[in-house]
C-alpha cells in the first residue's frame, strides 16, 4: 500500500472562547484529517481568556493525541477573535496554516484537504465560505467594504481558511498590526480563493457573526476603503449646499414684500446644522488619529499569560 500523506509541515490555529461543548469533537475532528494526511502537523488552541472549561477539554483531548503536541495559548485578558489568532499565527511553525475562527459541529473533512489541494496549485489564501452570505449589520458592512475597497477581491463570510508561508510574511510585512485578518488578506496582492461548503449550519455563521463589532467595521473601513472619506466628502457638500440654500432663503426674504419677524429661526437652524456637520467631521478625523496611534505608537498587540505544550508519547 502506497503511503500518499502529505510531505509540507501544516499548523491548525484554533480561536476558543466558552466552545466547550463543541470543542472536543470539533479538536477530533480536525486531529483525524490532519493525522490521515500528514506526516508533521502541530495543533495550536488560542483560549481567549474562556470562563467555562475549555481549557480542560484541550489538555482532555492533548491526552489522546498520540505522540503529537498540542498548544494552548491562554491569553491575559478577552482580545477578541483577531488578536487572539495573530497570538496563534505568530507561534506557529507551519508551511501552511490553517485559521479555525471557531470551533463547531460537523466539519467537513473533506473541504480541510480540498482547500489544501487548492493551495497547493499556487494560492496562497484559499478560504472556506458557507454559502448563505448572511444578512443585517454583516452584510450591509461587507456590501460598503467591496463597494468602497482599495484592493480588487472582495470579502465576506468565511468558516475557515488555509494561508502559505508567504501569504504571511506577506501581511506582516505590510502594517505592524494586523486590525482585520480577511481585508488585510484582500490587500496582500496575492493570489486567493473561496470554496463554498454547503453543509455548513447557517447558525454557526450566527453564532460568529455575535463577535463582529463597531469599533472593528470602523477601523476596517478606514484603513481599507475610502468608503469614511467620501462620507467626509459628501457630508460637507452637504452642509455647503445648505449653507447656499438659507443664504438665498435669507436673500429672498430680506427683499420680499412681507417680510417675516428677524431671521432668529434660519439662523439658529443655520448654526446648529453647521455645527452639527462641523462635529460629525472632527469626530471621523479623531477617529483616524485613534487608529494611527494605535498602529505607530501600541509596540504590544496582545497579552499572553502562558503558552502550554502537551505531547502524549
Not at 103 to 121: L, R
Not at 266 to 271: A, G, H, K, T
Not at 292 to 303: A, S
Request: net charge positive; charged share 20%; aromatic share 12%.
Amino acid at each position: 500500500m502506497i503511503n500518499t500523506k502529505e510531505t509540507n509541515f501544516v499548523s491548525a490555529v484554533i480561536y476558543v472562547h466558552n466552545s466547550e461543548t463543541v470543542l472536543q469533537g470539533f479538536l477530533k475532528e480536525i486531529y483525524t484529517v490532519l493525522e490521515k494526511n500528514f506526516y508533521k502537523f502541530e495543533i495550536i488552541c488560542v483560549n481567549d481568556a474562556s470562563t467555562d472549561k475549555s481549557k480542560s477539554e484541550i489538555e482532555q483531548f492533548a491526552k489522546m493525541a498520540n505522540n503529537r503536541t498540542i498548544s494552548i495559548i491562554n491569553m491575559s485578558m478577552y482580545h477578541g477573535l483577531e488578536l487572539s489568532m495573530k497570538a496563534g499565527v505568530d507561534l506557529a511553525i507551519g508551511d501552511y496554516v490553517y485559521e479555525f475562527d471557531l470551533p463547531y459541529n460537523g466539519v467537513n473533512k473533506k473541504v480541510i484537504m480540498d482547500i489544501y489541494y487548492k493551495a497547493m496549485e499556487g494560492n496562497d489564501i484559499v478560504a472556506v465560505a458557507p454559502s448563505n452570505k448572511g444578512g443585517g449589520v454583516n452584510r450591509l458592512f461587507y456590501q460598503v467594504f467591496n463597494r468602497y475597497s482599495l484592493s480588487d477581491g472582495d470579502i465576506g463570510q468565511e468558516i475557515f481558511r488555509i494561508l502559505s508561508r508567504r501569504a504571511i510574511n506577506r501581511v506582516d510585512s505590510i502594517s505592524t498590526m494586523v486590525v482585520y485578518r480577511k481585508a488585510a488578506y484582500a490587500n496582500s496582492g496575492l493570489k486567493r480563493e473561496v470554496v463554498i461548503d454547503n453543509s455548513f449550519d447557517d447558525k454557526e455563521v450566527a453564532r460568529s457573526n455575535n463577535r463582529s463589532n463597531i469599533e472593528l467595521a470602523m477601523d476596517t473601513l478606514i484603513l481599507f476603503t475610502n468608503a469614511i472619506q467620501r462620507l467626509a466628502f459628501c457630508v460637507s457638500l452637504l452642509f455647503l449646499f445648505l449653507s447656499i440654500g438659507i443664504g438665498c432663503y435669507t436673500w429672498i426674504s430680506y427683499f420680499s414684500i412681507r417680510k417675516p419677524v428677524e431671521g432668529w429661526t434660519p439662523i439658529m437652524l443655520f448654526l446648529s446644522m453647521g455645527f452639527f456637520g462641523v462635529f460629525l467631521i472632527l469626530t471621523i478625523i479623531l477617529q483616524y488619529l485613534s487608529v494611527v496611534l494605535r498602529i505607530v505608537f501600541k509596540k504590544k498587540q496582545y497579552l499572553i499569560e502562558s503558552i502550554i505544550k502537551i505531547t502524549n508519547n
